[in-house]
């Protein structure tokens, strides 16, 4: 059974930093593409960065040069180090297995409120 | 960036009815289109892919349609566990965006 768990968040002041991880079962994290996504409190769905099989990486223009994705193989485990946060950072993040392009399998999310 | 609009934003149905959701792309992404389904409280789940595809384990009352620019997605037969939020996504353009939803609530 595929099972993913989000771990990391928490309150953080603006400017701060938070690496989110994302515990995978049930399947090879380095086989697939894998996501993060979230959702702003009330709000819909955002994309946020995805990591191909081979290792390559892409990031919403809303994250890039403040978030890195990443994965640790031999820990079956997704990443997501978030610096320089914003309040407009504040969501729920989910961490997704992908499909074909689509999201296939996510996790419960983890909560990140960036505020002082 | 692909700009996804859905309507109608609240959709007040009673059970046993039939629901329809419209997704209509800002330019052509071919079938590159998928549904999720979120309640509260709860992750989304991917219900059609390529437009028209159920994923594993989707009840049949779910069907999506449509093509270039404009989809369809119904729900034949309302049953109580259907009241949600509904979201599309695109990925045929780089990068992936998401519709903003449409509130499936009980009349």
């Known amino acids: 059974e595929v099972q993913l768990v989000e771990t990391g968040g928490g309150l953080i002041q603006p400017g701060g930093s938070l690496r989110l991880s994302c515990a995978a079962s049930g399947f090879t994290v380095s086989s697939n593409y894998m996501s993060w996504v979230r959702q702003a409190p009330g709000k819909g769905l955002e994309w946020v960065s995805v990591?191909?099989?081979?290792?390559?990486?892409y990031y919403a223009d809303s994250v890039k040069g403040r978030f890195t994705i990443s994965r640790d193989n031999s820990k079956n485990t997704l990443y997501l180090q978030m610096n320089s946060l914003r309040a407009e950072d504040t969501a729920v993040y989910y961490c997704a297995r992908d499909w074909d392009g689509y999201n296939l399998d996510w996790g419960q999310g983890t909560l990140v409120t960036v505020s002082s | 960036e692909i700009v996804l609009t859905q309507s109608p934003a609240t959709l007040s149905l009673s059970p046993g009815e039939r629901a329809t959701l419209s997704c209509r792309a800002s330019?052509?992404?071919?079938?590159?289109l998928a549904w999720y389904q979120q309640k509260p409280g709860q992750a989304p789940r991917l219900l059609i892919y390529d437009a028209s595809n159920r994923a594993t384990g989707i009840p049949a009352r779910f069907s999506g349609s449509g093509s270039g620019t404009d989809f369809t997605l119904t729900i034949s037969s309302l049953e109580p566990e259907d009241f949600a939020v509904y979201y599309c996504q695109q990925r045929s353009n780089w990068p992936p965006t998401f519709g903003p939803g449409t509130k499936v609530d009980i009349k």
């Open positions: 990591i191909y099989s081979g290792g390559s990486t």
């Open positions: 330019q052509s992404v071919s079938s590159y």
